[in-house]
């Protein structure tokens, strides 16, 4: 495994454990790397119930990856009305949703080509 891809796995793992400490929900991981011409790696795409927890679920992420790998995201905007929170980490840029905003925009469908993992929480 290359460098690039074992810090990639490292982001995404503490993604993944930032959303899940504060519940957040749906959790998917779409791997763009074979689609061609796209910005980033992956997206990670969530939703939390209401603004107060979509901003929860950012402050999470935010604190569980400068925490354990003391990295910082690029670009955050969104968080003033926090119904879709974007996260850029550069190769990763993380969606964090209200539920029936994700629904109206459903960018997983956009993404058709992409290979999809759903990540089953435990609550």
Do not use: P
Not at 7 to 22: K, N, P, R, W
Not at 57 to 65: A, F, G, L
Not at 87 to 93: A, F, L, Q, S, T
């Amino acid at each position: 495994m290359t460098k690039k891809e074992n810090e990639a796995d490292q982001l995404i793992t503490q993604i993944i454990q930032g959303i899940e400490d504060v519940k957040g929900q749906d959790i998917e991981i779409l791997d763009l790397r074979a689609i061609e011409n796209t910005v980033c790696d992956y997206f990670i795409v969530c939703n939390g119930t209401s603004n107060t927890q979509v901003n929860a679920i950012v402050n999470s992420i935010e604190k569980s990856v400068s925490k354990n790998l003391k990295e910082k995201a690029w670009h955050i905007e969104g968080s003033d009305n926090a119904e879709w929170v974007l996260m850029d980490y550069v190769n990763i840029v993380v969606h964090v949703f209200q539920k029936h905003i994700r629904e109206f925009y459903d960018i997983e469908s956009l993404w058709g080509d992409a290979k999809t993992v759903k990540i089953e929480s435990s609550y």
